[in-house]
C-alpha cells in the first residue's frame, strides 16, 4: 500500500508536466533513437543501440515513479501559519551542543527547493518536528542514537 504524498501545487503541477513529456515527447524520442541505432546494423556489438535501450529503461522507471507519487498525491497549499511546523514549512533548527544552525523545508523530496535541503515529514527528523513550534525542543532517533534539535523559528515557503 502506497503512501500518501503531500505536494505543493508547484511540484505537483512540475511532476505532472515532467510525466506529460516523458508519456509523450521523450517516448517519440527514445523510439527514433533506438529506430537509428538498428539502422546500423549488428545489435550485438551496436553500442548507441544499447545506450538507448539504456535510456528508454530509465526513462520507464521516471514515469512509473512519477505515476505512483501523483496517484497518491495530496496538494497541500503552504503550511498554516500558526507557528507549528507541517509540511511546507522552513524550519530553522540547533542540534544540542551545537552553536550554529540549519534551515530545511519541510515537504515531499520532489520539493526540490533552490535555498533549503528537504527534509520529508515521515523522515526521523520531519516526524519529530511536525507539530512542534519555535522555541520547542525535541529528540529523534538514528540508529539507535538520539538526537537533541532545539526548534529555532518556523516560517512559510
Do not use: W
Request: no cysteine; glycine share 10%.
Amino acid at each position: 500500500m502506497a503512501d500518501r504524498q503531500e505536494l505543493s501545487p508547484t511540484a505537483y503541477a512540475r511532476l505532472h508536466a515532467e510525466l506529460s513529456e516523458l508519456t509523450g515527447e521523450g517516448r517519440i524520442d527514445i523510439a527514433n533513437k533506438i529506430e537509428t541505432a538498428r539502422a546500423l546494423g549488428d545489435l550485438s556489438e551496436n553500442g548507441d543501440y544499447h545506450a538507448a535501450k539504456d535510456q528508454q529503461g530509465q526513462m520507464e522507471a521516471r514515469i512509473r515513479q512519477l505515476q505512483g507519487i501523483l496517484q497518491d498525491a495530496t496538494v497541500v497549499e503552504n503550511a498554516a501559519d500558526d507557528g507549528t511546523v507541517g509540511v511546507g514549512s522552513i524550519v530553522e533548527i540547533r542540534f544540542t551542543g551545537d552553536e550554529d544552525t540549519e534551515t530545511y523545508l519541510v515537504g515531499h523530496i520532489e520539493e526540490r527547493h533552490e535555498e533549503y535541503e528537504v527534509v520529508s515529514p515521515g523522515s526521523p527528523l520531519g516526524s519529530a518536528l511536525v507539530g512542534k513550534a519555535a522555541g520547542e525542543k525535541t529528540k529523534y532517533e538514528v540508529n539507535g542514537n538520539s538526537i537533541d534539535v532545539e526548534i529555532v523559528s518556523v516560517g512559510t515557503a
